[in-house]
């Protein structure tokens, strides 16, 4: 049963332009999501993350969007730069790192 | 810095054999966790550690063993290998457990296939 879903495996956007990012999640009782980034023969890295309590949190060209009753949340990259390219990863937690559930991710591949 | 590190990057096992994996991390962190990433799905987590010498099962920890003997290390075993453990492994470690004032920090990884 997958709490958190990536439905996009893969999205491809032009440089420079806007890349949009979606996650659903399921579990009312997660109040805490983060999105982590993953280059080939690396592992996951943290990039941004944002509180239930929050619906909006931005770090530089990202920024996550969190919309509680639809159970959705969404990571932009303005503008998009082919350093970008990479497989992101939604994660939602209760609030500590060892109930933390991930989404299957999505490939983005940005073109130069 | 070396952060954390896994042994060995890639291992190709028989079904019934066992073997053991190693992750290290130079951080002095008090958590450690285990994960593995199958296609189509995120990370699972199999084990973590809260501190040296504690262990505690995490989502999918059935075929696993875990040792955390010294702070800096945490150490996942396979007694008896399944095709169905045919997975990338994926250390962590993160100076608490608590997601508000921290964060995991990710190993390469562990390519393991069971034939």
């Known amino acids: 049963d997958q709490q958190v879903k990536q439905n996009s495996p893969s999205l491809s956007v032009q440089e420079g332009r806007i890349s949009i990012l979606n996650c659903d999640y399921t579990?009312?009782?997660?109040?805490?999501f983060l999105w982590y980034k993953k280059y080939p023969a690396e592992g996951p890295t943290f990039l941004i993350s944002?509180?239930?309590?929050?619906d909006k949190n931005e770090d530089g060209r990202f920024t996550v969007f969190l919309n509680k009753s639809a159970k959705h949340l969404s990571l932009h990259i303005v503008p998009s730069q082919p350093g970008d390219s990479a497989v992101y990863f939604c994660?939602?937690?209760?609030?500590?790192?060892?109930?933390?559930?991930f989404g299957a991710g999505t490939r983005l591949t940005v073109k130069p | 810095n070396a952060g954390v590190t896994q042994t060995p990057k890639f291992r190709v096992l028989k079904t019934g054999q066992s073997m053991t994996l190693l992750c290290a991390q130079d951080?002095?962190?008090?958590?450690m966790y285990w994960y593995r990433q199958d296609p189509g799905m995120g990370l699972r987590l199999i084990h973590y550690s809260v501190g040296e010498g504690t262990t505690a099962k995490g989502e999918v920890p059935d075929g696993y063993n875990v040792s955390r003997l010294k702070k800096q290390n945490f150490l996942l075993g396979l007694e008896s290998a399944a095709p169905s453990q045919t997975s990338v492994y994926f250390c962590?470690?993160?100076?608490?457990?608590?997601?508000?004032?921290?964060?995991?920090?990710f190993g390469p990884g562990t390519r393991l296939t069971v034939l």
């Open positions: 994660a939602a937690s209760g609030g500590n790192n060892n109930d933390m559930r």
């Open positions: 951080m002095n962190h008090e958590y």
């Open positions: 579990n009312s009782m997660f109040d805490y």
């Open positions: 944002i509180s239930s309590i929050k």
């Open positions: 962590a470690s993160s100076s608490s457990g608590g997601l508000l004032t921290d964060t995991q920090y």
